[in-house]
């Protein structure tokens, strides 16, 4: 059985499956398998790294799973999404599946052996321990008697015999680590999604031009260093070029809760504050959101009549759209026109087409004139 300390242990540090160092190594294993992105492919690495199959619906993951569930109007933008991918992907919607999740699979891969090595050790240290009680019944670490009731239950018609309880137990254990994997994703989504567009960046641009993951605000040439009361405000990705006037600095949310929208809003209140000689900086957001009033939330976000982002940046807006499906027909009358143009997914068209709201693709291509 995996314990909560067993797992703490196998992720303890940055050498782990899931720690920074291996997420670098593996990045670098898949463009070598894969190819070095440029601008135009670089949406699709990201994709083939992160993007995964939401076992509930058996389609790519693009909003909360709750909301995708057959029947429910997310469930229809969610086909037209995976349909879209499949066809970008030069694959069938059943196929397309096994192009993703590359990093996620990757890293689990090495958990799992790391976990198997670490539950060895504990099994042995702990039949020593039980030894001292030999002869005596005590409970089995790991027994479930209700998995065994409902397993047993639904599959008794097809035992010839009814199987051992360590058999209950071994399937309990596997159930058990199978559910807990989608937690571990919360690391790809976050640093690792940081890091995969740090790399791409350095992959895709033109000489010169850097990505650095996770650095101090006070760190940044030209801003302020750390008071002694300041707390350390980290910048997902700044992107630097010793060209450039001043850098980009990135934030990176692979969607967009209302906390995430706040912290967006006082990490840019604490870059402006700690712009040292004050030569501003470009700020953007990278991000996979697919809901269309959060997208239009950040994209207008202003302080003081200025947007706080330079631009807001997709993976991929084509695949948005795809998800929203064709714009309204033609309307028969201004009433219904008003409707049409005020309703958040047709908002986040006029995004697009205003160039508010832009492409991984685009973004990498207009680094290239920066400055």
């Known amino acids: 059985m995996e314990t909560d300390a067993q797992s703490s242990r196998v992720e303890a540090s940055h050498g782990t499956p899931f720690g920074e160092q291996n997420r670098k190594r593996l990045i670098g294993g898949y463009f070598k398998e894969k190819g070095m992105p440029d601008t135009a492919s670089a949406w699709a ?22 909301k995708c569930q057959p029947g429910r ?7 037209a999404f995976h349909h879209w991918l499949a066809g970008e992907f030069q694959s069938t919607p059943l196929e397309v599946g096994k192009q993703l999740d590359w990093l996620f699979q990757k890293a689990l891969d090495g958990y799992l052996k790391a976990l198997a090595r670490e539950q060895r050790t504990q099994k042995e240290n702990s039949e020593r321990q039980r030894a001292v009680y030999a002869g005596q019944d005590f409970p089995l670490p790991g027994a479930d008697p209700e998995i065994e009731r409902i397993i047993g239950d639904a599959l008794k018609p097809y035992f010839s015999t009814q199987p051992p309880e360590h058999v209950f137990d071994t399937v309990a254990e596997r159930l058990r680590e199978y559910w807990k994997q989608e937690n571990k994703r919360k690391n790809l989504l976050g640093e690792g999604f940081e890091d995969v567009l740090a790399a791409v960046v350095k992959a ?21 260093p750390l008071g002694a009361k300041d707390k350390a405000t980290k910048v997902d990705v700044i992107v630097e070029n010793p060209q450039w006037t001043r850098p980009a600095l990135v934030n990176v949310k692979w969607s967009i809760r209302a906390d995430r929208e706040d912290q967006l809003w006082d990490d840019f209140k604490e870059y402006v504050r700690f712009d040292r000689d004050q030569r501003g900086f470009d700020h953007y957001l990278i991000t996979n959101e697919f809901d269309p009033a959060r ?25 948005v759209l795809a998800a929203y499906g064709p714009p309204p027909a033609a309307v028969q009358n201004a009433e219904q026109a008003k409707r049409a143009a005020d309703s958040s997914m047709q908002r986040v068209r006029q995004q697009v087409q205003q160039g508010r709201l832009i492409s991984l693709s685009q973004w990498l291509a207009g680094l290239g004139t920066h400055g």
């Open 295 to 319: 997208l239009n939330a950040v994209c207008d976000r202003r302080e003081a009549n200025n947007f706080i982002f330079k631009q807001v940046v997709h993976i991929n807006t084509d695949g």
């Open 73 to 79: 109007s997310w469930y229809a933008r969610s086909l």
């Open 204 to 224: 895709a641009c033109v000489a010169g031009i850097q990505a650095r993951t996770r650095i101090s605000i006070a760190d940044v040439a030209g801003f302020h």
């Open 45 to 66: 690495r990201v994709y083939g790294m992160l993007l995964w199959v939401d076992r509930t619906t058996g389609l790519a993951h693009c909003y909360e799973s709750d």
